[in-house]
């Protein structure tokens, strides 16, 4: 497939920044050089994926200068010539460890890759034993966090495409299904929709929901069932994440009491999450509502992570994490009320900070479902 020549230049120009400000961070941090190998940091800054095998591949960003790529040479064709990065690749015999070792000062301050495989990180760290080693996420995460506007339209079209299918399960018949068979048709309808990946699709009908990240199993789904269903999956490197709540028949008067509950929380916490509010603020107001109607103690997780290459990272909107939001933040807004042995409930929505107000991304309709 040939990229037009505007679209291929925009992507560079993308990169290019991409890189100039991970290399601020490096200077700012006192980090001379970034190794980066497997996991979404390396395609975020270079527009290529490593393969996630026993082959070292790594990227070695200097504080000032050029890049270069370090990959196995029978991988060395998949780089596309577009790749910012001098290839250096290695032969079978080769030791890539002590070539990446001979690419930095002995004592240098690296900042790795938080996904990169220990057997790499050990035998870099015994290789270099005079350097200092600090994350990855120190230098490349405060650049990461902060989405640009392809970035946004990407997590934009990934929800509205589970938006559909939240839409499509009210629809469909759930009693006398087991989870695991709801579950296989979400991670159909994820994959019909455009989606490379499944992420997780939670189906938790009854008690099982009141574990938030309860495994999809065997439990048959029952009349007067309240059935979570939480799913998400990667559409084009950006992740996509819903959850809404099934009731299988008219549900109980205290069920129908927690949703208004719930649902006025996520509205809540949705409208604090403002510029310059910070994530802890935004826990805090979400929590409350949940604390006023004196079911706080069900409450038992934070109210959101961020969202974008990796379907958890960060901001985190927890209590402690006094960053203030800032354009271009991406996370859920998912409280949750979880009842031991009798039910539970999340609904999530991913919402951006903009100038203009938190935008949602999603759309799908937050009343609770009455379904079959
Ligand atoms: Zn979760
Ligand atoms: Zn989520
Ligand atoms: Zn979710």
Redesign the pocket.
């Known amino acids: 497939m040939t990229v037009p020549a505007t679209a291929a230049a925009a992507a560079s120009a993308t990169r290019t920044g991409r890189i100039e400000r991970v290399q601020a961070c490096m200077a700012e941090a006192g980090v001379d050089a970034l190794l980066l190998s497997v996991g979404p940091d390396l395609p975020y800054l270079v527009g290529y994926e490593a393969m996630p095998l026993e082959r070292l591949t790594m990227l070695v960003l200097p504080r000032s200068g050029a890049a270069r790529l370090v990959v196995p040479r029978l991988e060395a064709m998949r780089v596309d010539a577009a790749v910012p990065a001098e290839v250096v690749a290695w032969d079978e015999t080769d030791d890539p460890v002590a070539l990446v070792a001979s690419m930095v000062a002995p004592d240098a301050v690296l900042a790795i890759g938080d996904r990169t495989w220990a057997r790499f990180v050990v035998d870099l760290q015994g290789a270099l034993p005079s350097a200092s080693w600090r994350r990855g996420s120190e230098v490349i995460g405060p650049v990461r966090i902060v989405k640009d506007d392809t970035e946004i339209a990407a997590l934009e079209t990934a929800a509205n495409a589970v938006d559909d299918i939240a839409v499509a399960m009210r629809g469909v018949a759930f009693a006398g299904r087991s989870e695991i068979d709801v579950h296989r048709e979400l991670a159909e309808r994820i994959a019909a929709a455009g989606h490379q990946r499944l992420n997780f699709a939670i189906v938790a009908a009854g008690p099982n929901a009141a574990s938030p990240h309860h495994e999809p199993g065997s439990t048959v789904i029952r009349d007067g069932d309240l059935v979570l269903c939480?799913f998400?999956g990667t559409m084009h490197g950006y992740c996509s994440?819903i959850?809404r709540m099934y009731s299988v028949g008219e549900p109980t008067a205290e069920v129908a009491e927690s949703y208004a509950v719930l649902r006025a929380a996520q509205e809540t916490g949705v409208r604090a999450a403002v510029v310059g509010a910070t994530c802890e603020s935004v826990d805090r107001a979400t929590r409350s509502v949940i604390e006023a109607a004196g079911l706080g103690a069900h409450f038992v997780h934070r109210t959101?992570?961020g969202?974008g290459a990796e379907?958890?990272e960060d901001p985190y909107i927890v209590a402690g994490d006094l960053r203030p939001l800032v354009p271009g933040h991406a996370f859920?807004i998912?409280p949750g009320i979880y009842v031991s042995g009798r039910y539970g409930m999340r609904l999530?929505d991913i919402v951006v900070a903009t100038a203009d107000g938190p935008r949602r991304l999603n759309a799908a309709p937050r009343d609770l479902a009455i379904v079959a």
């Open positions: 939480d998400g994440d959850t959101g992570h969202i379907e958890h859920s998912e999530e």
